[in-house]
């Protein structure tokens, strides 16, 4: 299998307990996650090589988000430790007409103040197949931000696929600062992934489709991804299409463009949603274990496809399911029927 490296932050999620309000409750569960740290469980579970590069404390609770990686099979050699805080942040999760909510509380993390000299990437990137990072990192921090074009360079000069996935934060940052910085590093990207919002507010690509009324025929992304392949020559364009009935219904699919032709997948109906969030990060390591493995941009983004929807049935940030679940699911066993 492949080795393939993410960068990013880790963070303590705390969460009510089922669908309660914050307001509510007086425990939280705890849960770990994080655009990044998402990707490379999904990528471990499917068998590859995967590390996660971060920088947490060196106290008991930096250890416990390495140990939640661990867990799962990731590769924690490159995660730097030091500085004073893990990020945090707290997630409602919304039912029906009511959508889940996210409070931030991640200024001043490890990640957020780590330096340059904190990562050796010529060392990390040596030998790896694919680099992810993700649009959440260098809205982190300026600090962060450095980091990220350092490892893309050095990505670069190991021969190494770099994919993105601009996932635009607006606690994070403005689209003006989102563009300064994205647009530039988007000359190390091969696989650029977003959705519709991404494109605009990244990179200021806006499809001609009326997504907020539920409209996402595929027609109307393909003058995007066109567009985009051509201005930063990347070699594959690809976004999810998700129709957003309520915060627990939602339709889902995706389209990838190789530069010569268009795919589409087959649609999804989610319902009921278990948890979101790390819905579009299941994606992207489906994506890149499709595109690292299969023999068409079809059968990766169907794979993609299948394994994203399986994740909105799992609570948590970590899509926790195999290859052959995924498979099974994409060829058609839709069904839920007890696996005896």
Known sequence: ????????????RLSPAGCHRFVQVDSFDVIWGGGEANVAVSCANYGHDAYFVSKLPTHEIGQAAVNALRRYGVKTDFVARGGNRVGIYYCETGASMRPSKVIYDRAGSSIAEADAADFDFDAIMEGADWFHWSGITPA?????AEITR??????KRHGVTVSVDLN??????????????????????DVCIGNEEDAEL???FKPDADVEGGETAAEGYKGIF???AKEFDFKYVISTLRESFSATHNGWKAM?????????????DINPIIDRVGGGDSFSGGVIHGLLTMPTQGEALEFAVAA??????IPGDFNLVSVEEVKALAGGNANGRVQR
């Open 202 to 204: 990244c990179l200021g």
């Open 168 to 189: 635009f934060r607006k606690k994070l940052w403005t689209k003006e600062k989102a563009q300064s910085i994205m647009r530039p590093l988007m000359q190390y990207v």
């Open 308 to 313: 994203s929807a399986l994740k909105h049935t």
């Open 140 to 144: 982190i921090s300026d600090k962060a």
């Open 256 to 268: 990838i463009y190789n530069g010569e032709e268009f795919y589409e997948s087959k649609r999804y």
């Open 1 to 12: 299998m492949s080795k393939i490296v993410t960068l990013g932050e880790i963070m303590l």
């Open 150 to 155: 350092l490892a893309c360079e050095a990505a």
């Open 226 to 228: 066109k567009a985009m």
